[in-house]
């Protein structure tokens, strides 16, 4: 489903990434770990065309998406939720929710889906005509997923899902997140800091180091990795 080809991110001087190339198959959670500043987050603003790659390949569905706009690259169906749950602080959880849609126009369907994510969500239910500012952190972070849902994505990009939450609601987010995946089949890019809940939940990951992808293998294999669990587990 997207392949990247050798992909080197900059800013300005700074190379954050150096000769990326990953593979996510249509129907997995594949995840990229790795420590602060590896370049996790940079690779997600690649692909999604905030940060746009300097050279390399990015195919989506075969189509090549670097060089093109992040409206464009949502409009493919590829939906990033930025790190730190970045939503519209002032406007509603209902507004929050039409602003996910606003490349869609298909009103019935968009009120389905309001009602669908109700149902994965139903605290936000409850909110719906609520400020998004006044949410808990949890729910802020239900909402800012839920709101890359409206976009219909095949592709979810989630960047540090788990970041500053309780236990409690990372476990009933990442519930969701694998719901999201087996009922709706759509594919996920999860990166996170936490790699232990990062591989139980996804199928494969990649692991980042200085810009770099240093190993790549089913999660379960990652997880019993020594180098992998001292470095990255604290095991
Ligand atoms: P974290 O988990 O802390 O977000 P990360 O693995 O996501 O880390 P990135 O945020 O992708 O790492 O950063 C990769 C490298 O790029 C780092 O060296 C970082 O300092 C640098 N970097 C990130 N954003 C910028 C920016 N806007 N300007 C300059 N350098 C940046």
Same mark, same amino acid.
């Given at each position: ?12 001087n ?10 996510? #198959? ?27 790659? *300097?050279t ?13 706009? !992040? ?5 493919m ?7 730190? *749950? ?35 969500? !139903?605290?936000? #239910?409850?909110? *719906? ?15 800012a ?7 219909? !994505? *095949? ?12 236990p409690?609601v ?45 190993? #790549? ?19």
């Amino acid at each position: 489903m997207l392949k990247l080809q050798n992909v080197e991110t900059f800013y300005g001087n700074i190379q954050a990434l150096k000769s990326i190339s990953m593979e996510i #198959a249509e129907g997995e959670i594949v995840t990229l770990i790795g420590a602060n500043g590896a370049g996790k987050s940079t690779t997600l603003m690649s692909i999604s065309g905030v940060v746009p790659p *300097r050279t390399g390949e990015i195919l989506f569905q075969d189509q090549p998406i670097h060089g093109l706009p !992040p409206n464009a690259i949502v409009s493919m169906g590829i939906s990033q939720v930025p790190e730190g *749950r970045r939503i519209f602080p002032y406007l509603t959880v209902l507004e929050n929710l039409d602003m996910g849609a606003f490349l869609r126009d298909d009103k019935d369907e968009i009120k389905n889906d309001i009602a669908y994510i109700f149902e994965l969500f !139903p605290i936000l #239910a409850e909110r *719906r005509h609520q400020a998004g500012g006044t949410l808990s952190g949890g729910e802020q972070q239900m909402l800012a997923i839920s709101r890359a849902l409206m976009a219909r !994505p *095949r592709l979810l990009l989630l960047d540090e899902p788990s970041l500053g939450l309780a236990p409690l609601v990372v476990k009933r987010i990442f519930d969701i997140v694998r719901k999201i995946n087996t009922e709706n089949n759509t594919t996920v890019f999860l990166v996170e800091q936490n790699a232990n809940l990062a591989l139980k939940t996804a199928h494969r990951g990649y692991v980042m180091e200085n810009g770099r992808i240093i190993m #790549a293998d089913a999660a379960d294999k990652l997880l019993a990795n020594e180098d992998v669990r001292k470095a990255y587990l604290g095991i």
